[in-house]
């Protein structure tokens, strides 16, 4: 018969395989992703497409960080890992602004990219339903680091959904400039979630 030390071990280690097998998942998604977009980015020309691309980067880089994580080790290893996910979305919202701005300023119209919008709708469901599951395992975890990255997953999903407007409103209407301001959504969830990891870096 189980006692209660011996149930919060097991509960825990299920939760941390789980925790793991849903950033694996995000992994192998972004990989695959990331070349697609960055792909349709380069022949779209498409500042949006280019950024989103990067986020998917930054998503690999947050999912290897967060099971680093989960592999064990002190609040030290957990503030470090909530610093280089922030690090790495100020980095990116710099990035996407300056290009924005240089789309916007000299007019660069973009192409159109049908696979690119059908890879970004896949995008929002499979981040939507991994976001779900990290953050309700590291709720039940009580792991900050988890919990930020489903923040991180959610604003995959956002950013997607936004990018793929961009880019509709563009192949429907010749809006060029939707791309660019797709763009600026990305400036804005970057600075948001970079400072929101600091923040919690600070409080781990």
């Known amino acids: ?15 941390i395989a ?3 097998y849903l950033e694996y998942l995000t992994l192998g998604w972004n ?3 990331s070349v697609i977009i960055i792909g349709a ?22 999912s290897v960080v967060v099971i680093w994580q989960l592999r064990g080790g002190g609040k030290e290893r957990e503030r470090r ?29 973009p192409a159109t990219s049908p696979f690119g919008m059908v890879w970004l709708a896949a995008t929002v469901a499979m981040m939507l339903f991994l ?15 988890l919990l930020t990255e489903s923040q991180v997953t959610l604003v995959d999903a956002y950013l997607a959904a936004a990018v793929l407007v961009g880019l509709a409103l563009n192949a429907l ?12 959504v990305i400036v ?6 970079g400072l929101h990891a600091y923040r919690e870096s600070a409080a781990a």
């Open 173 to 184: 209407f010749g809006w060029w400039w939707a791309d660019s301001l797709a763009g600026l």
């Open 31 to 33: 990989v695959v992703g």
């Open 1 to 15: 018969m189980w006692t209660e030390q011996q149930v919060e071990p097991a509960l825990s280690a299920v939760l």
């Open 188 to 193: 804005y969830y970057g600075v948001r979630e």
């Open 18 to 20: 789980r925790g793991r």
């Open 81 to 109: 890992a909530l610093r280089l996910i922030g690090v790495a979305f100020l980095a990116l919202a710099i990035y996407v602004l300056v290009q924005s701005a240089r789309a916007l300023i000299y007019q660069a119209h």
């Open 131 to 145: 976001a779900w599951g990290k953050y309700h395992t590291g709720k039940q975890l009580d792991n900050p680091v």
């Open 41 to 62: 980015a380069y022949l779209a020309r498409s500042v949006a497409l280019a950024g989103f691309g990067i986020d998917s980067l930054i998503e690999i880089f947050a």
